[in-house]
């Protein structure tokens, strides 16, 4: 009986995924067609609605919505759905676009030179090179246990192992590219301290991209020009897939 009630669960859940994914494939394809008929406003509500979900439908999608942004004025909105495209696709040809709108509307955090460069190198390869760190460590690992099934001294792969474990492990916890959000906020307090009564630093404008250093309640850590400092968690927008 548990058998039969457990498939049925099974099935039901599947069965709802694939209606909802048929769901948001009619609507995407009716968005796509209202695109192209320069509906921009009716397709734009759509393509929200979908990405609202947590789905992602395509690429694509996202620089419409980037586009209609533009098109509208609303740069800030159109950086927006261009950091997610860049996140979701790794298409650095985005960059230089990005940069180029950030500088007319004087935003901070867009700056594509070297650094950045290497920076966005470093997170579009980030999981590869956890996984070829772990892929290794296993080889190791299974090296270890041969040698010593074989009655030899497994000491060197178990060493290498070690540094790797330990290269992982530092890579994992302390490696991972920083978190980023764009400042959703017309008139945002970027503070001295995590505390209304501390020194204001700078009121900002929306649209400027930061790095996320830490979060403490309603209060953001980030980096902002070079030095650590302090805005309400909600007057950003994170940005994440």
């Known amino acids: 009986m548990l058998k039969i009630i457990k498939s ?56 419409k919505m980037a586009y209609i942004k533009e098109g509208l004025g609303e ?52 999981l590869d090179m956890a996984s070829v760190l772990a892929g290794l460590a296993l080889v190791l690992f299974i090296l270890v246990i041969v040698f010593r099934i074989k009655g030899k001294n497994p000491t060197s792969p178990a060493l290498f192992l070690s540094f790797l474990l330990i290269g992982f492990f ?14 959703n906020d017309q008139r945002a307090y970027i503070m001295k301290g995590p505390s209304p009564g501390s020194g204001i630093v700078e009121v900002v404008k929306k649209g400027h991209r930061v790095d996320v250093l830490d979060k403490n ?8 020009e070079g030095q650590r400092a302090y805005i309400l968690e909600n007057s950003l927008q994170p940005l994440d897939i």
Do not use: C
Request: zero cysteines; charged letters at 20%; a negative charge.
């Open 8 to 63: 049925f669960l099974i099935f039901t859940v599947l069965t709802i995924g694939s209606i909802q994914g048929q769901d948001i494939n009619e609507d995407l394809r009716i968005a796509d067609s209202l695109f192209q008929q320069k509906k921009y406003t009716e397709s734009f509500k759509i393509y929200d609605a979908i990405l609202s979900t947590g789905t992602m439908a395509s690429n694509r999608m996202l620089l």
């Open 217 to 224: 309640d309603v209060w953001t850590t980030i980096l902002w």
């Open 75 to 126: 740069d800030n909105d159109a950086l927006y759905y261009l950091n997610l495209y860049y996140l979701s696709s790794q298409d650095e040809t985005v960059l230089p676009k990005m940069e180029e709108m950030a500088i007319k509307n004087g935003l901070e955090g867009y700056s594509y030179d070297d650094t950045n460069a290497l920076d966005s190198l470093y997170r579009k390869h980030y």
């Open 170 to 183: 530092l890579l994992v916890n302390w490696g991972s590219p920083q978190d980023r959000a764009i400042i």
